[in-house]
């Protein structure tokens, strides 16, 4: 069975840096790609930062300039790195994971459990 397991949240003060790991575990034959999302009370998930196979990243605007995805699909880990932290980055963060467990890459989506970041003022 496949899942992602993340580790890294907590309590930060508004300013602080914080990461965030997520390794997937499994018979995995391909991730395509691995991403963060995140969620805060009252609002939708949405899409914190993306990394593909090929290494490329994007970011959601509003963390720009302050979070860095770095890692490798191929090696199935991935890290968030979070710095100057804003009250507003208060969320639930879920890792998520396009893999593949055959060599005919049918890919499926999986999510972490999410792991909570509380940033206080």
């Known amino acids: 069975q496949v899942q992602l397991v993340e580790s890294g949240g907590g309590l930060v003060q508004a300013g602080g840096s914080r990461s965030l790991a997520c390794t997937a575990e499994?018979?995995?034959?391909?991730?395509?790609?691995m991403a963060w999302y995140r969620q805060a009370p009252g609002k939708q998930r949405e899409l914190v930062a993306t990394?593909?196979?090929?290494?490329?990243?994007n970011y959601a605007d509003s963390v720009k300039g302050r979070f860095t995805l770095s890692g490798e699909t191929s090696k199935h880990t991935v890290i968030l790195r979070m710095t100057n932290l804003k009250p507003e980055d208060t969320a639930v963060y879920y890792c998520?994971?396009?893999?593949?467990?055959?060599?005919?890459?049918?890919?499926?989506?999986?999510w972490g459990q999410g792991t909570l970041v509380t940033v206080s003022a």
């Open positions: 998520n994971a396009m893999y593949a467990t055959d060599p005919q890459l049918n890919y499926h989506e999986l």
């Open positions: 499994g018979p995995i034959f391909n991730i395509n790609s």
């Open positions: 990394i593909s196979s090929g290494g490329n990243t």
